[in-house]
């Protein structure tokens, strides 16, 4: 397959990597430094479980006058989502999807606004990795992507896909429910993200913390009453399963929301607990924790000022 990857950070480094070693023919945007050492060096990826590996992959700062791709894996941050799926619209082809691995559970939509209704597939990628140096990923966790049409068939695209994966060693499942998947990442995500930003500590500490454990189970409590406000069909034990895989995160585990607060970058609040804020108001559904966050976090949201 011609597979394009639209960034390559930690998400779409590792796995644009694992395809490109596997033999698939990749494309990755990237910028600056990042592009200049990948089409110098090729791209490393530094695991802690896996080892560490470099691939040689195709990397352009636009899509400019490329052929059509089978495939996108479309991993940038979510406020982004408008601005990357116009710069991918080059290599989009009667049949080309594009799966969406990104924070939050609407950037589908704005894809398909973009580049044509039936054009994006959900998403979830569990990872943590990260741009360590230009030309650099540090991977420390996890590695597996779940993904599907969201109208819940199973295409040929998608198969071919998942087979792609597959072969580059990456665990993946197809999903005939993709919204529900979504819904169930994004209950992890806005806790971990929110109480790791919040807080200014790793899970770890969170879990040790009574008050603040409670916490990082309401926000998932309330975005659960919200996906079934807005017709996801959520189990009924949705929380106590989620709570169950953050259990099981590494202790020293932040979030990129975390990072990025404290690098002083732009953050996805919008994507995550805004998102919720506003739903939860158009619903009638209260959110009072997952505001608590976003009101705390939101002088922070364009990033480090003057």
């Given at each position: 397959?011609?597979?394009?990857?639209?960034?390559?950070?930690?998400?779409?480094g590792?796995?644009?990597?694992?395809?490109?070693?596997?033999?698939?023919?990749?494309?990755?945007?990237?910028?600056?430094a990042?592009?200049?050492?990948?089409?110098?060096?090729?791209?490393?990826?530094?695991?802690?479980?896996e080892?560490?590996s470099?691939?040689?992959?195709?990397?352009?700062?636009?899509?400019?006058?490329q052929?059509?791709v089978?495939?996108?894996l479309?991993?940038?941050?979510?406020?982004?989502?408008?601005?990357?799926?116009?710069a991918?619209?080059?290599?989009?082809?009667?049949?080309?999807?594009?799966?969406s691995?990104?924070?939050?559970?609407?950037?589908?939509?704005?894809?398909?606004e973009?580049?044509?209704?039936?054009?994006?597939?959900?998403?979830?990628?569990?990872?943590f990795?990260?741009?360590?140096?230009?030309?650099?990923?540090r991977?420390?966790f996890?590695?597996?992507?779940?993904?599907g049409?969201?109208?819940?068939r199973?295409?040929?695209?998608?198969?071919?896909?998942?087979?792609a994966?597959?072969?580059?060693g990456?665990?993946?499942?197809?999903?005939?429910d993709?919204?529900?998947?979504?819904?169930?990442?994004?209950?992890?995500?806005?806790?971990?993200?929110?109480?790791?930003?919040?807080?200014?500590?790793?899970v770890?500490?969170?879990?040790?913390?009574?008050?603040?454990?409670?916490?990082?189970?309401?926000?998932?409590?309330?975005?659960?009453?919200?996906a079934?406000?807005?017709g996801?069909?959520?189990?009924?034990?949705?929380?106590d399963?989620?709570m169950?895989?953050?259990?099981?995160?590494?202790?020293?585990?932040?979030?990129?929301?975390?990072?990025?607060?404290?690098?002083?970058?732009?953050?996805?609040?919008?994507?995550?607990?805004?998102?919720?804020?506003?739903?939860?108001?158009?619903?009638?559904?209260p959110?009072?924790?997952v505001?608590?966050?976003?009101?705390?976090?939101?002088?922070?949201?364009?990033?480090?000022?003057?």
């Open positions: 397959m011609r597979i394009a990857v639209v960034g390559a950070g930690g998400v779409g590792y796995f644009g990597a694992k395809l490109a070693r596997a033999g698939e023919s990749v494309v990755m945007l990237a910028r600056g990042h592009l200049d050492a990948i089409r110098r060096d090729g791209l490393r990826v530094r695991s802690a479980p080892g560490e470099l691939a040689k992959v195709e990397a352009v700062k636009s899509f400019a006058g052929p059509p089978d495939m996108a479309f991993c940038v941050k979510s406020f982004d989502t408008r601005s990357a799926a116009e991918l619209r080059p290599v989009v082809g009667p049949s080309t999807g594009v799966v691995l990104q924070n939050g559970v609407d950037n589908e939509d704005i894809i398909d973009v580049l044509g209704r039936g054009v994006a597939l959900g998403g979830a990628a569990y990872v990795a990260g741009i360590e140096a230009p030309g650099v990923i991977h420390t996890a590695g597996r992507i779940v993904f049409e969201l109208d819940g199973v295409s040929d695209r998608a198969t071919r896909l998942r087979d994966l597959a072969r580059a990456v665990p993946v499942e197809l999903s005939g993709i919204r529900r998947v979504l819904w169930e990442k994004y209950l992890l995500i806005s806790a971990q993200a929110g109480m790791t930003a919040l807080t200014r500590c790793p770890g500490v969170l879990r040790e913390t009574p008050e603040s454990w409670r916490m990082y189970r309401r926000i998932m409590e309330e975005l659960a009453a919200l079934r406000a807005a996801v069909g959520l189990p009924d034990d949705v929380v399963t989620v169950k895989q953050a259990s099981t995160v590494a202790p020293g585990a932040y979030s990129s929301l975390h990072d990025d607060l404290i690098q002083g970058k732009r953050l996805e609040l919008e994507a995550l607990h805004g998102h919720a804020v506003r739903l939860g108001e158009r619903h009638g559904v959110t009072p924790m505001l608590a966050v976003y009101a705390a976090l939101k002088p922070h949201v364009a990033g480090r000022r003057g």
